[in-house]
């Protein structure tokens, strides 16, 4: 029903930039939110980033850092990430929130790797 994709990762430098590319396709209709969420080796899956028709909401360890934002005509949603810091490296996933086959039905990409490097 709906395909979530994950692309832009890679290594960089402490103080470097990234900008992260989730891209939705099949049955977009369904999808409500758009969020990307980072998952760090030993720890749990956190929320990043979070975009929905009438709000963005960021995880307080990335305010003022990371910028969400969406292309409606692409189905993308970037994460622009500025100034990262080691404890940055994680896998990041892009999650789309569907309301089928039930309300916050989860569709999940399988991942890109992050790293920060001093």
């Known amino acids: 029903q709906v395909q979530v994709v994950e692309s832009g990762g890679g290594l960089v430098q402490t103080g470097g930039s990234l900008r992260l590319s989730c891209v939705v396709s099949?049955?977009?209709?369904?999808?409500?939110?758009i969020g990307w969420y980072r998952q760090a080796p030993g720890k749990q899956r956190e929320l990043v980033a979070l975009?929905?028709?009438?709000?963005?909401n960021y995880g307080d360890s990335v305010k003022g850092r990371f910028t969400i934002s969406g292309d409606n005509d692409k189905n993308t949603v970037y994460l622009e990430m500025n100034n990262l810091k080691l404890e940055d490296t994680a896998v990041f996933y892009c999650?789309?929130?569907?309301?089928?086959?039930?309300?916050?039905?989860?569709?999940w990409g399988r991942g890109t790797q992050v790293t920060v490097s001093s």
């Open positions: 999650n789309g929130v569907g309301v089928v086959p039930g309300p916050g039905y989860d569709y």
């Open positions: 099949g049955n977009t209709d369904i999808i409500n939110a």
């Open positions: 975009i929905s028709s009438d709000q963005i």
